[in-house]
């Protein structure tokens, strides 16, 4: 009986710790001090005009849902978004899946598993030229054939919400780590970082902002 509970208690003191060092990485604070907080409809950044021009991109963020607004539905809120339309989607991040208008039409992911709120996630889209691909947490969870050079714009990226800000989609919650990049990031090179700041981004090769 006393090895069977001193097993149960290296196991739970195991645990424990494991806990600690899972939810004291910084990527995954729940103190959201260094989070982008959009708790209502419109609430959001403008970063500008930032343009992906030919076919290699990637874009990606840490996000925690807390609510959806008015309308709108868990699947549709805009994490990162440089579009107003299905005809100008020059990047288009959402919380279960992701969009781009090229020169041979407009492309979309089916839509991941659901989301939980309350809860962070790695999300991330990558277009090659070839496909589109939707990951959540570094698994690949939509994609479809897509080909052809992506449309620019002069709309202002955003984050958190769509730059007309009339439709009800506006990410209600916290998003951290947003990086877009010109290069189709592979499914090990997007894991290998998702969990942590860049290390002197303007040294990575292919990083937009």
Known sequence: MNNLLTAFFRCFLL?????????SNKAFSQSCNNWLNTPSQPSWVNV??????????????????????????????????????????????????????TTNGYFYT?????????????????YNGVSLKYYRNGYLLGETPATGNMIQSNLPTGIGFISTLLQAENFIGFINEVRIWNVARSQAQIRANMNISLANPPAQTGVRA
């Open 110 to 126: 089916p839509d991941g598993c659901d989301l939980e709120m309350n809860k962070t996630y790695h999300v991330a889209m990558v």
């Open 15 to 23: 645990t424990a710790l494991l806990a600690c060092f899972v939810f």
């Open 48 to 101: 500008g005009d930032i343009d992906v021009p030919g076919n290699q991109l990637t874009v990606e963020a840490l996000i925690n849902i807390k609510g959806i607004p008015p309308g709108g539905v868990i699947a549709g809120l805009d994490v990162v978004s440089k579009h107003t339309g299905p005809t100008n989607v020059n990047y288009l991040l959402r919380s279960a899946h992701a969009e781009l208008s």
